[in-house]
């Protein structure tokens, strides 16, 4: 079912949300002068142009900054916040590289403070603060953001009331209406022309539309820093279309695991019906003649940052002080933020039936739990903490002692030395989240096991396989947090884990996390954005699409829509004229369920027929009975059926088979092999032809259809390897035919026929939709030597044909025109009434 969508962005308008939402102020128009390239002007204002320096734009939910108001004067005063990823990741660009910021502060500005806060952040650290009103930033950040995007994105349905928020549309207008402020306050900074903008987080996922919507060829790319659900989570979002379309302005989208990414290219399957495909390595999705490329590459961590805490003198005091508080314990080490979906409870239930099911361990094993602030407030907050405390006190009361508690619960703010303090001496990680986007915990432990002094450089992990970080750590223990005696298994193996082995896993993890670090992901995300975007200037592009559905349609320069105006008069001049018509998708649109061609269709298809100067042929896949049976009144129309395997030059005329019926036997070796996959894949169907057999999966799972039909092409390939046929893969079939039959074939030997009988022609045409009509474009092209050749596709996508028209009420259109023009009683008012459009 289509999800409700906004026709005009207007409609979401912050008028209708009754918010005070401030204009924001640009500094000079920016004039327009080819869509997506904007003229330069002449500005003064350093902040505004970039020079000759490269320059990244990093747009974030909040500003990588520290904040505090001076007591004494009540200024605010900003430093920046070095253990942000944010400020982080602009290690992976050149020292030579400009770095600005976009994003909200952390704290609220009162209007009269707004102009030189902003003035200060820019001059002094390039940052761009994005003044969202109170009221707005509200339904925004803690409404939709964390009531709505957040669980449904870590897999939580509001099913009922009490499990989680239902969609609320006013909470969706206020995301919009920031995504809105926040593309404001990049398009007063940015050079479309020489600039890169990379978005981030599930914060902005609409933003792109806004910017591609105004610089047609900005350079975007998106990184997703919290998982993407499975389509069958995604798909209950009223807003899952101008979500993915949001995205789908970018040029490149990332993700910190495969499974993120598979999850999103099967939505974009079924709900956009758009196809990926692997070009070189890269997976890419063809949108409107863009290619947007995928990018899977988890974040790492900052190493230095991370080794000059361990060189602290009060981390190594820390060491030293916990060293001694534990002796002869062994100690388990967990840190998670306080909330439902970290696991914290899962892995506290673990641990005790670890001490129930191994009384020997009693006394020596210690788990560590330091538990951050949690990020967001509510009910289900408070019952994850109230929960977590439950099982503390039971597992302390039942196996602890005077001089031993099992679990040391620190629930308070812990600076980042005391933590790695925790991570030296930890035998043991467990991350047990349920659902996470990535978790950096374990890398950090590695980290510090590797640099700490005096103990052994080694380390065992416990981490949950539903944690981004978990497919990169291929030397840990992966378990399934809800299977508790699993994870309590888990949890012993590792502390009694052989030393050999916990060094050889400790060594292959360190080698990763050292090797792939923040600047390395920075600078690879980069480095694909650069060339995702690299051929922006090598194509026409144009916008369509009102409101958040708008997209840009990106063609090659040479590609142009079909004025009828142009063909009508090229039309009129010629003497003999050759016409070749696919009929599905280009007469009959594909999604009709009626294939019978319109009462108007045929009159036109007649009146170009009867006139003496054209030669007009249907080309179709389609057997010979049903176009016989639907084009019977079109006496004069020449008929091409299953690809050119039958042909008819008029109704009158017999059928000619192109090759003879003995060299069709191998239909009795491919028919039971794809029966094999009817039965296997519902939805599925075989249609048989005279010359060859067509698999249908248009109305199987998307996914599955699409699998079953790799593994198809694959088997019929096998079994007709010394057969004279041909298998081919298009859109939603799997087509088994005789060789050297094509369209391109057939356009060619009718070419031909009438250049024998002295009637070559000067004018030809030749209008199809799909795969098999790119044969005769190319067939035509290089047999005919007139100038007046019209290859003309149906949709505005890549093709060898040099023109296109939008859809099969176009084409009926344009023949319309030809009739006009053919028809000798049309002088004083046309028989087919037409309009045309303009040249777009």
Request: proline letters at 5%; hydrophobic letters at 35%; one cysteine or more.
């Amino acid at each position: 079912m289509a999800s409700k969508s906004f026709a005009n962005i207007l409609d979401l308008a912050p008028d209708n949300l009754q918010l005070d939402i401030p204009h924001t102020p640009r500094t000079l128009p920016r004039v327009m002068t080819l869509p997506g390239v904007i003229n330069g002007y002449d500005g003064d204002s350093d902040s505004i142009s970039s020079g000759c320096r490269e320059r990244k734009i990093i747009v974030t939910n909040t500003l990588p900054l520290h904040i505090q108001r001076d007591p004494d004067t009540l200024k605010l005063t900003f430093s920046f916040d070095e253990d942000s990823l944010y400020w982080q990741l602009k290690d992976g660009f050149s020292p030579e590289t400009e770095v600005v910021y976009v994003g909200s502060l952390k704290v609220e500005v009162d209007a009269s403070e707004q102009e030189e806060v902003s003035q200060k952040l820019l001059e002094e650290f390039n940052c761009v603060p994005t003044f969202l009103p109170h009221d707005l930033h509200k339904k925004f950040y803690a409404g939709f953001c964390k009531q709505q995007l957040w669980p449904l994105f870590h897999y939580m349905l509001p099913i009922c009331p009490d499990h989680a928020d239902r969609f609320d549309r006013l909470l969706w207008q206020a995301y919009v209406s920031a995504n809105k402020i926040f593309a404001d306050k990049v398009m007063e900074v940015a050079d479309p022309d020489d600039d890169y903008i990379w978005v981030h987080d599930y914060h902005l996922m609409i933003l792109p539309t806004f910017l591609r919507k105004r610089y047609n060829r900005v350079k975007l790319g998106f990184f997703l820093h919290s998982p993407f659900p499975s389509s069958e989570i995604y798909r209950t979002l009223p807003v899952r279309d101008e979500i993915l379309k949001g995205l789908l302005n970018c040029d490149l989208i990332g993700f910190h695991t495969f499974d993120y990414a598979r999850h999103f290219l099967s939505c974009c399957s079924r709900m956009m019906g758009l196809d990926y495909e692997s070009k070189r390595g890269h997976i890419g999705l063809d949108y409107f003649g863009r290619t947007v490329y995928i990018k899977i590459l988890p974040v790492g961590i900052h190493m230095g940052r991370l080794e000059s805490v361990l060189n602290l003198p009060i981390t190594a005091s820390k060491v030293k002080e916990i060293s001694q508080r534990f002796k002869g314990k062994k100690l388990i080490v967990g840190v998670d933020d306080m909330d439902i979906f970290k696991g914290i409870s899962l892995k506290l239930l673990a641990f005790e039936y670890l001490l129930q099911m191994n009384p020997a361990e009693q006394g020596n094993l210690v788990l560590i739990q330091i538990v951050n602030p949690a990020r967001s407030t509510g009910k289900d907050v408070e019952e994850a903490k109230r929960e977590t405390y439950l099982i503390v006190n039971r597992i302390n009361e039942t196996y602890g002692s005077p001089d031993y508690k099992p679990v040391v619960l620190i629930d308070r703010p812990v600076a980042r030395y005391e933590k790695s303090a925790y991570y030296s001496l930890a035998d043991c990680c467990i991350v047990n989240a349920v659902r996470d986007g990535m978790n950096l915990v374990p890398y950090k432990y590695i980290v510090c096991r590797q640099h700490s002094p005096d103990i052994d450089k080694s380390s065992m992990l416990v981490v949950s396989e539903f944690v981004g970080c978990s497919p990169s750590l291929s030397g840990a223990i992966r378990v399934n947090p809800w299977d508790i005696e699993s994870v309590a298994g888990a949890i012993s193996s590792a502390i009694t884990m052989k030393d050999s082995e916990k060094k050889l896993r400790h060594e292959k993890h360190y080698k990763y996390v050292s090797s792939h670090d923040v600047a390395y992901w920075a600078r690879s995300f980069m480095q694909d954005l650069e060339r995702a975007s690299k051929d922006h200037y090598n194509k026409r592009c144009w916008g369509i699409g009102f409101g958040l559905g708008f997209r840009v349609v990106s063609l090659s320069p040479s590609f142009r829509k079909l004025s009828p105006n142009y063909i009508v008069s090229a039309y009129k001049k010629s003497n003999r004229r050759a016409i070749f018509l696919d009929y599905d998708g280009t007469l009959v649109p594909q999604s009709s369920i009626v294939k019978s061609p319109s009462e108007e269709l045929v009159s036109i298809l007649s009146t170009l027929c009867s006139d003496p100067k054209n030669t007009v042929f249907i080309v179709s896949g389609r057997g010979r009975s049903s176009l016989s049976e639907w084009l019977a009144p079109c006496e004069k129309l020449g008929l091409a059926a299953e690809h050119g395997y039958f042909t008819r030059w008029s109704g009158s005329s017999e059928w000619e088979s192109s090759i003879p019926a003995t060299d069709l036997e191998w239909k009795e070796i491919a028919e039971p092999v794809m029966r094999l996959y009817t039965e296997a894949t519902d939805g599925s169907s075989i249609e048989v032809k005279e010359s060859g057999l067509v698999w249908h999966h248009q109305d199987a799972d998307p996914d599955f259809g699409s699998c079953q039909a790799k593994e198809l092409l694959v088997h019929l390939e096998n079994v007709l390897a010394n057969e004279p046929a041909v298998v081919k893969r298009g859109k939603h079939i799997v087509e088994v035919k005789p060789q050297g039959v094509t369209k391109g074939l057939v356009a060619e030997k009718i070419l031909s026929r009438m250049v024998e009988k002295g009637e070559g022609p000067d004018f030809v045409t030749c209008i199809g939709d799909d795969r098999s009509d790119e044969d005769m474009f190319e067939s035509i092209r290089n047999t005919v030597s007139s100038q007046e050749i019209f290859a003309c596709t149906v949709g505005r996508k890549p093709s060898k044909a040099k023109y296109y028209l939008d859809d099969t009420a176009d084409v009926i259109k344009l023949l319309g025109g030809l009739a006009n023009a053919s028809d000798p009683d049309a002088g004083k008012s046309a028989r087919f009434q037409v309009t045309f459009d303009t040249i777009f």
